[in-house]
């Protein structure tokens, strides 16, 4: 994926404020789409909403019990829908759909004996933890 980039170099640098920092970084060239997208007038805005809904939807079914029931890592899907989650709102307006997100995982696996040791649903429940402060 290339970066979009205007005559005065590129695109994100116009917009990089409104970016929330993370401690792993950002992919230079999504985060220049998604702050573009803001810019290019309410056509493109309102087509870039839709995808999102229809994206978040798709998220919701994989992470649905029904789903998840004869998946071999259920655990992995949430992680998939949280990483997306932190993408898709680069300027920290999605920081309240990853608690809730956060949250959900966290109660669907607390108490799976699986999971009970699993270091990445200690990182969610910390993560959740540290959000709430």
């Not at 980039?5 to 220049?32: I, V």
């Not at 004869?70 to 655990?75: A, C, I, T, Y």
């Amino acid at each position: 994926m290339s970066v979009p980039s205007t005559s005065d170099g590129p695109a994100w640098e116009l917009y990089k404020e409104n970016a929330q920092p993370l401690k792993r970084g950002r992919d230079a060239g999504r985060l220049g789409l998604k702050l573009q997208e803001k810019s290019d007038g309410p056509g493109s805005a309102a087509a870039a909403a839709a995808a999102v809904d229809a994206k978040l939807q798709a998220f919701e079914v994989s992470v649905a019990p029904e789903a998840q029931a004869d998946s071999e890592d259920p655990l992995a899907e949430w992680l998939k829908y949280l990483h997306w989650v932190r993408e898709e709102f680069p300027s920290g307006t999605g920081a309240a759909r990853a608690v809730e997100i956060m949250e959900r995982c966290t109660r669907c696996f607390n108490h799976e004996p699986r999971y009970r040791n699993d270091e990445r649903l200690i990182k969610v429940g910390y993560s959740e933890k540290i959000l709430h402060f």
